[in-house]
């Protein structure tokens, strides 16, 4: 997985490519306008991107839930970077991240397609969860960290 860097976005050129990336895995293939990819929990949240010199093509979020317990959301990788392991990258660094804050257990609303790769990160499914654009049945998964 040479050349691709996982890392926090800091200046505002990284989150540009952070929330432009996000909402092109995220959003874009439903049609949704750019803004639906951003929630009110931003300015609080741990962002965490993968990298190819300045071109952001992979990215996850973290933030606390409860004291000891984090949601993850808006894990996208671009299309002609998966199965190169990036999401699994993601998603450990958003684990090291949570357990810096002392974070016993993370949950995450899983698209449904997708709960095959949670499972073998460690995920379980726990829940039913809610049906985005009335076609992306979603799972709740947790994993004890
Ligand atoms: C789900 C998603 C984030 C996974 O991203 P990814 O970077 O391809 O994930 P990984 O490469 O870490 O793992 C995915 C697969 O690649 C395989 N893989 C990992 N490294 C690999 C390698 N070096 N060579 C070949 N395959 C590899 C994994 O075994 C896994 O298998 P699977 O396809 O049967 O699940 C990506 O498909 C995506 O962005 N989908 C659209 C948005 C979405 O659904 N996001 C999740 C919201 S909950």
């Not at 540009?16 to 009110?40: F, I, M, V």
């Not at 993968?50 to 993850?72: K, N, T």
Request: charged share 30%; with cysteine.
């Amino acid at each position: 997985m040479s050349g691709i860097v996982i890392r926090r976005p800091r200046s505002a050129r990284d989150f540009a490519g952070y929330y432009q990336t996000r909402w092109y895995t995220l959003r874009r293939p439903w049609h949704q306008p750019k803004g639906s990819e951003r929630d009110g929990l931003e300015k609080v949240a741990v962002h965490l991107m993968a990298v190819e010199g300045r071109r952001v093509v992979g990215v996850a979020r973290m933030h606390l839930s409860g004291p000891d317990v984090a949601q993850f959301r808006y894990m996208g990788v671009e299309r002609r970077f998966r199965h190169r392991g990036i999401a699994q990258r993601l998603l450990r660094a958003l684990e090291r991240e949570a357990r810096k804050r002392c974070v016993r257990i993370a949950w995450f609303n899983a698209r449904e397609p997708a709960v095959p790769f949670y499972e073998r990160c460690g995920y379980s499914v726990f829940d039913t969860s809610y049906t985005l654009y009335g076609c992306i049945p979603h799972w709740k998964m947790f994993k004890e960290l």
